[in-house]
Each structure stands twice: as C-alpha cells, then as structure tokens.
C-alpha cells in the first residue's frame, strides 16, 4: 500500500512572461500649417507610451503610441522648431494559465529611427523601439508535511520559509499645473523628460502609503523670433494609498514606480501674462512582498512493522529574502570626435533596461545610459549628439543568495565638464534598489510504500547491542534496526540526534 501524505503548500513568485518584442515606426507626414518650413533636422525622437496593460483569454494585451518629436532649424530665422506626430501601437503575448493575481512589468527602448526630409514641409520617418514585457504571478511550492502515524517513522527538517505574502498593482494619476516664474515665459516646449522617484513608504495591514515624487524636466523657447532656450526642472510630489492583500509590517517588499504615460500642454493663465503647463502623467506602482513561515518537511520515512520504500521529490524553497538599496557614482568621458563644441543648451540622460546576475557571490548590475546633447558648435551652429555609456557594477554579497527578484536604477544627478581634448567628462550618480533572495534545494518526501505482506521477524529480546562510530546518525541507526528513533534517544539517554564520539547503544524492540 502507498502511505500519501499530507500536502503543504508555499507561495512563490512564478514568471509567467518574460519576452521583448520589437514594434516599427513607420510614418510620413507633412508640417502643420502654424510650422515653418525646413532648414536643417536636428533631432528625431521616439517616444513609446503605454495607455493599458491587460491580460484576458490568456494573452497580454498592451496599448500605447508613439510620439515622433522632430527638433529642426526653420528656413525662415534660423531658429529652433519642433514638430510631433503620434502613430498608435498594439501588441500581444501569448500567456497560459494566469491566475487572478499578478504584476505586469514593461520598458521600451528606442532601437533606432532615421528621419528624411522630403521636402521643407514633408517628412519620413522610420524607426523601431523595443518592448520588453515580464508578467510576474502567484505559483505554489507543494511538499509533504510529516504527521503521527502509527508504526511510521519522520524524519523532519525545520526551515524558516521565505513566503510570497503579497503581489499587486495599480495605477494613478498625477497632475499639476506649473506656473513659471523668475524666467521668461513658455512659447515653445521643445523636450521634456518625466520620471518617477520613490521617497518612502509606510506598510500597514493590506495596505502600502507611499510617497514619491515627479521630476519634470523642461526645454523651451522663450522666444521664437531668436530662438532663446530656457530650462525648467519641477517637481510634482505625491502620496497615495495603495490596497495590497497579504501586506504585513513584517513583509520584506519591493516597491516599484513606472511613469506609463505623459501629457505636456500649455494653458493660458488669466492673471498672469505667463502660460501654465499642465503636465498629466499616469504612473504605475507594482508591489512584491515577503514574509516568514516556519515550516517542518518530511526528508524520510520508514515502517517499524513492514518493509517498506520511500519515494522522493526534489524541490527549492525559498529560505531568505533581502532588499539593498542606495547609490554610487559612475564617471566616464565622452569623445565629440570633430565636433567642437562652444556652448551646450541642453544635456539630458536615461537609462536603459538593465540585467543583473549573481556570480561567484557577486551581484552584477549592467546597463547603458543614453547622454542627449544638445549645443552650439564653434560656427556657432546648433547640433544634436548623441553617446551611450556602458554602465557595469559589482556588489559583494555576504550571504548565499543567489536570485534577483526585482531590480531597479534611475539616474538621480548628472553634471559635465567639457574637457580640454574635445571630449566631456560626465558624473552620473545612480540609484539602485534590488529584492534578492535564497533558494535551497531538498529532497522532500513525496510517498511511502509499505509491503504489509514483507512483515519484519519479531526479535525475541528487547534489546540489542550496537557499537557506533563517531558521527553516525541516530536516524540511520534506527532505521537500520526498525525501530524509533525516540526509544533509542531515551533508552541511552542521548542530547543530540548526531553521535560525537564511538558509542555503545541499546537498541530497544518494537
């Protein structure tokens, strides 16, 4: 007969979807009418944004467009234009069996885009971004749970088990109107770049309350007859009240922000001669969490009364969880090849996706910054330059975790200095924030099977004698003379389960 045993089951964190899928842009358009027309481009920009993430009838579903930004210098005053066109985007992944429960994570990076003119007023545009989708969701750990039963004996493993306590996501709006003020006023929003900060956050039962922050970076012309730019940086706190079933004090969580979409306009302000800009942007905020279950696996089994024969499974437990957190500063130096540079308008950075692995105890970040430069050159015309910095950190690890759950990196600061040799010299502080955590491997009991017709020979005395070695387990000794462990803990009145030195024992009968 086969003894099944009773089933546990832990909570675990399973990737449903990790995949990347590259959408075209292709679109050709001709200028407004309020543009004028075309001296020299400067710049083509895509930006993919995301409207909706959905999964139903087992795929990912998710909805967006592109904004095409076009930085040019007009024919008619030689100043700086921009011109935007959006094209929609839709794509698709194929999901099996998703539960209720799940964070869905996206990041775009622009591949490549190359602009013509076709004329002064119509343009071409082809270009391509990459979509990187990963869908996390609940899945279950299942192992066997020993239990009394008569003439069955256990052995037991008691381990702290790291649980999957809570996994959600929701999204919110944040909107403000900016009133500029001290600079000149707003005629023409050239670039803008949006990202989310997180300050803190506060855990209470089913619930996270955090705060964060919006950094709003803005170029403008302040005026079109000379072209003058402007920069503005602004920043939009916010707090919110996110619902996350499962959320304990004692959760270890990882906290997440995305700015999904953004939308910048000008509004005019009747009691000032200066416009608003009205931002709108829609952020997304993943929660993953963790807590602490302990638990008791059955490793082995044996019958006292019948021949018998155990059957394995193989399973990892997650046994430790831990964030990192913090910063560090990255320099490097940026070759401009032949292009001399007098005066830098604007200087910006993002960056990439990043990859991080555990190696040797290690864990090792990298990615790629994308610098954006925009300047005069010494005929004192106006340039576009564009450079990616490889990114590659590695952090000691005290502890033998050896799997990363969630990550993230944003640029918290960059300052340059134009170097003597017509190259620039960049310092880029970044901020990292990393849920790393510990699997282990054990061979758990899945069934046993007892022969009730291979009865063992009942011994006629009630002890026996046995000579062990230093080292030997009382387990193994018990199982060898098919009786219980406890009978020869107490018969020889042992305090360890593992013998230190050689040992005469009395092995009671069953």
């Not at 099996?96 to 013509?116: G, L």
């Not at 749970?145 to 003439?151: G, K, M, R, V």
């Not at 256990?154 to 403000?176: G, H, N, P």
Request: charged share 25%.
């Amino acid at each position: 007969m086969e003894l099944n045993l009773p089933q546990k089951s832990l909570a675990s964190l399973v990737e449903a979807l990790n995949t990347v899928s590259e959408q075209p842009v292709d679109i050709d358009f001709t200028l407004p009418d309020y543009c004028p027309d075309i001296e020299k481009i400067l710049r083509c920009k895509i930006t993919p944004q995301i409207f909706s993430r959905n999964i139903s009838a087992g795929q990912l579903q998710v909805e967006g467009n592109s904004v095409i930004s076009i930085l040019y210098i007009d024919s008619e005053k030689g100043g700086m234009r921009v011109c935007e066109q959006t094209l929609p985007y839709s794509a698709s992944f194929r999901i099996n069996d998703v539960p209720e429960d799940y964070v869905v994570h996206t990041s775009v990076k622009c591949e490549y885009v190359n602009c013509r003119a076709l004329s002064r007023r119509r343009l071409t545009v082809h270009g391509a971004f990459s979509l990187y989708a990963k869908v996390l969701t609940k899945g279950s750990v299942v192992f066997g749970c020993p239990e009394e039963l008569e003439n069955t004996e256990f052995k037991k493993k008691d381990i702290s088990a790291s649980v999957l306590s809570s996994l959600s996501s929701e999204q919110f709006s944040v909107t403000d109107e900016i009133q500029i003020s001290g600079k000149p006023a707003v005629e023409l929003i050239v670039d803008n770049d949006i990202n989310s900060q997180l300050i803190d956050y506060k855990i209470i039962p089913d619930k996270i309350m955090l705060n964060g922050e919006l950094n709003v970076r803005l170029l403008y012309i302040s005026d079109t007859e000379t072209g003058k730019t402007e920069h503005l940086d602004y920043i939009i706190p916010f707090s919110e009240v996110i619902d996350s079933p499962g959320l304990t004090e004692d959760s270890e969580a990882c906290v997440n922000l995305s700015v999904m979409s953004s939308d910048l306009s000008l509004k005019s302000d009747i009691l000032s001669e200066n416009p608003l800009v009205n931002v709108d942007s829609r952020v997304c905020v993943s929660i993953i969490a963790y807590s602490t279950e302990e638990v008791t696996i059955a490793t082995d089994a044996y019958n006292t009364e019948f021949s018998s024969e155990p059957e394995f499974k193989r399973i990892s437990i997650p046994d430790g969880t831990k964030k990192l957190s913090g910063s560090f500063m990255h320099k490097d130096t940026l070759s401009l090849n032949d292009i001399k540079i007098s005066e830098i308008l604007d200087f910006t950075a993002s960056v990439c996706p990043l990859t991080t692995n555990i190696s040797d105890g290690k864990l090792v970040i990298n990615s790629k910054i994308n610098v954006k430069i925009l300047a005069y050159n010494s005929d004192n015309d106006t340039v576009y330059i564009e450079r990616v910095v490889d990114v590659c950190k590695e952090q000691e690890l005290n502890d033998e975790y050896n799997s990363v759950i969630c990550s993230d990196l944003s640029i918290i600061s960059i300052s340059y200095r134009l170097g003597d040799n017509n190259d620039i010299e960049i310092r880029c502080e970044l901020n990292y924030s990393y849920l790393l955590q510990k699997n282990t491997c054990f061979n758990t009991l899945s069934a046993l099977n007892v022969d009730d017709k291979k009865p063992f020979n009942k011994k006629t005395c009630a002890l026996s004698i046995y000579y062990a070695e230093s080292g030997e387990k009382i387990w193994d000794i018990a199982k060898m003379y098919n009786t219980k462990q406890s009978m020869i803990i107490s018969e020889n009145e042992l305090v360890t389960e593992t013998l230190e030195e050689p040992t005469l024992l009395f092995i009671p009968t069953v």
